[in-house]
């Protein structure tokens, strides 16, 4: 078995992975020479992995550190457009205006002074230092390298743990069997486990997106056979085809992936209306052609069974389709399936393919819709009752539909125990923030951004008293639920307990990110401190592949307790307190290139400064670069920039770094927000569609934060099961019989499966 693989899977957990983990206490040199140079990387093992790398060889040890290095980036190019970017080149609007105009006039004859860089731009002299450049200062193409990396400058390393064969196992069943969706990280992780290990006997798979990687891995091992058994519905099928063609794990229906590749196409400055007609137009033919399905005859025989083998019954599925019934219509067509229902065999999917073009099936959402236009919230709620998922989707909207929220919420309460906890959990955080008026409200879309929606009418009309204590009983209702879960769970624990931490960290309830996290897992809204007095992002992108234009822009924005905003950014490299190393706008060949911008926490704290937004975004056509890293790094200690190549980046200094995954379908994405006073950093996954970061809009980032701070943390859904279970929490973890600490939080599916009960 490959193990390296399964060693980026434990890296995530901060761990390293040895199959035949034994105690040694015997001195091994090459134990000591690996644990030296993790050390210069950040990392120091415990105590038990430390006596296990005494028995692995070096080869082993050589191929573990390979592994680091690849998920650290030592292999890629950390070198910015500017050496020693600290100091400022002086360059202006004016510098590139001048510049523009030299080369237009100019003849190729070098009747202006300057110098000629290697792209073929003239640099006028009294322009640009060009002696500070590892590039083209005027279009940001870099000519100059360095394999430079700094090591070992950080104030704090993180703590590596041993993992076995029995805790990679026992990872994959918890993922297997995550009560929330899983996050991008958690499913690349799931992916590698599919592809290395053989599925467990009896998985219990509880979420749909979940049993589409299962689905695809078995076929992928030639057993659609074996797959057939985790379908329960239409939707299951559906949902992994669409996967197999667009990579997102939700279904996302062709005319909104055509109108996002329309509005993430082309620059927006200097661009005619009908230029900008004319890309939209190409992005959207291009779009359109790439959706187009095609399946061969073994794949659309292997669909037709599954069909065919749904327990569900012909009326059910049939409404199940119903809601995407323009997209079935796409699939039956290119799947053949009505060829295959005239076959013997197949009456099951004969069936429901008439049932389905005949529309012989109810549609209930339908029926409610009416009954509730009619005043009839009797006969709605009556069959609401009967489907407690879509009840508790619509409980906040039938509240204000109704007149009577305690009719609504009694019926509801009756119904609340045969709910899934993360639902439970996600009404019980967001009833506060639906109720008050006062509030910003966002929702984030299917493509993954962000966006303000205004306040139901309806709301307006509920007196403040009445809408405070219809928060109270939906928070009661979802409390007495998750005791009761707790409750039925047997224990032997008598003590507990929680780190403090753990009471700022949210609970997630199924984060559908685009971002994968490979250094460490966090989960959104994980407050990291800041140990010095900088704070150091950093961007790559371009690793792997051909020199090409390519703009991928880091930014930072100011915002000071006057409501006033400054940004870091191409457009404006320094002020006091921020610098930024200059603008990169194509990729050299193979070995990608590196953005860096410095924020000072004292200097900002002297100018007012209440927050810096970090954001990365794609000033190219099309979306953020697959595989682009961002991040922050921060230490105690002083951080160097080389004079002579610029490079900043240091792997010991990196706090936190996610890489944009395949599926990512935004061109902006807020990674963080650091807390100048108290010099704290929220991780967040924001995504939204600017080409640049002046394109964020603040109250959406607000409305955001307002929605992290309405959920529920790890430290108060642990303090209920505590109360339920009888067990007394403790200030001591000797004395613990469970103990939750932050390094437990890191295994974000452990923390997920806090819902099971």
Known sequence: MNTLPLQKVALRQRAVYLENADVHTTFSPYAADFCAEMYKLGYVPDENLLHALNGVSEEQLADIYSVVKEVLGLDKNWTPLVKNWLVPTGESRLDHWVTMFANLIDDGKNRIAGVRMPCGHLIPEGTFPIERYNGCPFCGTPFEFSNEIFKNQASKRKVLTLWTLDDVRKFYRTLLASPVALDAT????????????????????????TIALVVDALLEQGEPETATQFFSSPDDIMRYLWYKKTAQIQIIKPSVLISNAQKSVGYFWGMTEAQKYEKESAAAEEKRKELKLHFDRKMCRIVASWLNNLRMSAKQSAEIMHPKRGMWVRLIRALRLTEFAKQKGYENLKTLLDVFYRNDYTVYQGEIDSLKREGDMAGALKILQQRPGSFARQLFSTILQSGNPDTVLQKFADIADKLPPRLLVTLGMYAELYFDSSKIRTVKGITGKSKRIDNPVLLEQLPESDRRDIVSKVQHIYLDVMRRKFKSTPTDSK???????????????????????????????????????????????????????????????????????????????????????????SIPEQIGTAEYVELDIDKLRKTRAKYAVFTCNAYSSGNLSPNLIVGWMNSGFPMKVSETSGVAYDPSCVQHQVRISEGNLSKGLVFGILDIDEAKITWLEMPFGGQITHDLDLVSVGGFLQKLAARSTIGEILTVKAEAQNIQIVDNQAEADEVYNYQWALDTAKVSSLLLG
Not at 507 to 529: H, I, P, Y
């Open 186 to 209: 958690q499913r690349d992780s799931l992916k590698i486990l599919l592809e290395n290990l053989p599925l467990p006997e009896n998985p219990k798979i509880v979420v749909k997106e």
């Open 495 to 585: 003590t507990m307990y929680i780190d403090p931490q753990l009471f700022d960290i949210p609970l997630s309830v199924g984060e559908r990110s685009s971002t994968v996290q490979d250094t460490n897992c966090a989960l959104q809204g994980t407050k990291f401190n800041v140990g010095g007095n900088t704070v150091r992002l950093f961007m790559q992108w371009g690793k792997g592949l051909p020199a090409q234009h390519l703009d991928m822009d880091l930014s930072a924005r100011i915002i000071y307790e006057s409501g006033k905003c400054d940004d870091c950014a191409y457009y404006n490299l320094s002020f006091w307190g921020a610098k930024h190393s200059g603008d990169i706008r």
